[in-house]
Nanobody, 124 residues
Framework: QVQLVESGGGLVQAGGSLRLSCAAS????????MGWFRQAPGKEREFVAA????????YNADSVKGRFTVSRDNAKNTVYLQMNSLKPEDTAVYYC?????????????????WGQGTQVTVSS
């Protein structure tokens, strides 16, 4: 069992930056693939980024490549999402999730544990 708590969301102007954090409970955090997803009003939840248990393999959605960076600190049981050059279309609730799948995966169905989400709003 893993419990996830996101933080770091907020209101930012277009072109600005935010850093999201996701703190995990449990001693097996380092064995999980971790992912970030987002959901805008009226839209389906979509993949943003994922990172393998070691941090050695990273996947990013095309829409955030070159702007967002996912990282993790297994000693702190925390995964991060650094978001730069934010755009109004990045506005959404951002969720972190944990998966037992060995390699980073983009499918929501592969993630068994989810945080409650943190709101990110980018103004134009």
């Amino acid at each position: 069992q893993v419990q996830l708590v996101e933080s770091g969301g907020g209101l930012v102007q277009a072109g600005g930056s935010l850093r999201l954090s996701c703190a995990a409970s449990g001693r097996t955090f380092s064995s999980y693939t971790m992912g970030w997803f987002r959901q805008a009003p009226g839209k389906e939840r979509e993949f943003v980024a994922a990172i393998s248990w070691s941090g050695g393999v990273i996947y990013n959605a095309d829409s955030v490549k070159g702007r967002f960076t996912v990282s993790r600190d297994n000693a702190k049981n925390t995964v991060y999402l650094q978001m730069n050059s934010l755009k109004p279309e990045d506005t959404a609730v951002y969720y972190c999730a944990a998966s037992r799948v060995f390699s980073p995966t983009t499918r929501t169905s592969d993630y068994a544990y989810w945080g409650q989400g943190t709101q990110v709003t980018v103004s134009s």
